[in-house]
Structure formats: C-alpha cells, structure tokens
C-alpha cells in the first residue's frame, strides 16, 4: 500500500504563503499524473495544479500566478508552493499521485485556512 504523507498546511493571514509538501512512500519517476486539489466546506473537489506524464504543469485559472507545483523525484515529494494567499483559498488540500488507473492514491489531506 502506497502512503502519500502530506505537511505544511496552517493558519495564514491573506497576503501571506504557505508551503505544503507530499512525501510518497513508493518512487514517483514514472508517475501518469501528481498534483495538488482542494475541497472548501461544502464544494466539490477541485483540481489546484497538477504535473501530466510528460511533466507538463497544469493550473486552475485561479491559482495561476499565486501558486507553483514543484518536484524532487529524490525524495519522491511534490511540493505547492503558494503565495499572495486569499481567503477564498481556505480548503482541505489533498496530495494525489496516479501511477495507472488501478493505482491512484490520495493523501490525507491538510487544512489551509487563510484570514482576512
């Protein structure tokens, strides 16, 4: 069983930044997709930013600018770094890494909660 192990998440005032990082326990050189969602109370999940299997860096339109996905396939860990943080950003974050359709694991998720 694949551990996804997810940290960096808090209380942060608007304008502020955060860094969350997911530690996989199973090598993500090959992976078909890694990246970040989020769900705020009472919305559906959301896609934040996400690497394809060519290593492309997809965002929502929202987050584009403020946030950046990154990687160190040393440490198996996907990194979000965001900055310029709003309060609309307050959500559960969750870690997601597909390596094939039968194999696509999701982290436990971490709360970022952003004041005004």
Do not use: H
């Not at 705020?40 to 860096?57: D, I, M, N």
């Not at 770094?81 to 609309?88: G, N, R």
């Not at 950003?89 to 909660?113: F, H, I, K, L, P």
């Amino acid at each position: 069983q694949v551990q996804l192990v997810e940290s960096g998440g808090g209380l942060v005032q608007a304008g502020g930044s955060l860094r969350l990082s997911c530690a996989a326990s199973r090598s993500i050189f090959s992976v078909n997709s890694m990246g970040w969602y989020r769900q705020a109370p009472g919305k559906q999940r959301e896609l934040v930013a996400a690497f394809t299997s060519g290593g492309t860096a997809n965002y929502a339109d929202s987050m584009k600018g403020r946030f950046t996905i990154s990687r160190d396939n040393a440490k198996n860990t996907v990194y979000l770094q965001m900055d310029s943080l709003k309060p609309e950003d307050t959500a559960v974050y969750y870690c997601n890494v597909r390596w094939s359709m039968y194999e696509d694991y999701w982290g436990q998720g971490t709360q970022v909660t952003v004041s005004s």
